[in-house]
């Protein structure tokens, strides 16, 4: 993607996410972006940097290290926000600032375990299935409390909030719902430390800003559509 076009749809983000969190009586610096590269080359990445942006969110492990190598001389932020598989824990315990996708206590040991110590604490969102789909990642609300407790008690991750990826809704007040949800579901953990919802993408970030949300996760409409 050329330069001009990136420096457009950053422009019109981030004017979407300070106008969403106006809306809501909140302060623009609130909401971070972070921007999904998975699938974008290096070299996306880096225009994006130069633009501005630092934090970058990715889904597949060896694409990841890949470009966190190429990429190695700027000062970004990277995010691993994919399903993990306990192979890879490692690797992302070593590489990555912040995991959002974490849904289990087996794969929360093992980064605690792995993160190196020379690193800050890993920073730790739990994925939560907040709309009850069979199929998708992320833990039950109803197994949510006592997982928050036992990641909170591992020494090399800090907890630091929730994660979620609402079933695909174009109805605001269903898309709102799910986000409320999950607020909820934080303000219910009798936890300290706990500062971040992960919610919102492309097409449900303002619903998710209004429902507090303090990271949105876009792709899209930062880097275009996915071939
Ligand atoms: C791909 C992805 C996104 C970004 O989605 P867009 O609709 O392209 O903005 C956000 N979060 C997760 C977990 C993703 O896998």
Not at 16 to 22: D, F, L, P, T
Not at 31 to 36: D, F, G, H, P
Not at 169 to 185: C, G, H
Request: aromatic share 4%.
């Amino acid at each position: 993607m050329n330069q001009h076009q990136l420096s457009d749809n950053i422009a019109k983000l981030t004017c979407r996410v300070s106008r969403a969190a106006q809306k809501n009586q909140r302060a623009p610096e609130a909401v971070s972006i972070l921007a999904v590269s998975k699938t974008r080359p290096a070299e996306d990445i880096r225009t994006a940097a130069e633009l501005g942006l630092t934090q970058f969110g990715e889904n597949y492990l060896q694409e990841a290290l890949d470009k966190i190598t190429q990429l190695q001389d700027l000062d970004l932020c990277w995010h691993f926000i994919g399903p993990i598989q306990s192979n890879k824990t490692r690797a992302i315990a070593e590489h990555f600032h912040w995991v959002h996708s974490v849904d289990r206590l087996k794969i929360a040991r093992r980064l605690s375990e792995q993160r190196p110590l020379s690193l800050d604490p890993l920073q730790i969102c739990l994925q939560v299935n907040i709309s009850g789909e069979p199929s998708k990642s992320g833990v039950s609300l109803e197994a949510l409390p006592e997982l928050a407790a036992a990641v909170a008690s591992l020494p090399n991750l800090q907890l630091r909030g929730l994660m979620a990826i609402p079933a695909a809704s174009d109805d605001p007040q269903v898309q709102r719902r799910a986000f409320r949800a999950l607020r909820e579901a934080m303000s219910e953990l009798s936890l300290p430390g706990l500062d971040t919802l992960s919610m919102g993408m492309s097409g449900d970030l303002e619903a998710a800003i209004a429902e507090g949300a303090s990271i949105v996760r876009v792709g899209t409409d930062i880097f275009g559509p996915r071939g």
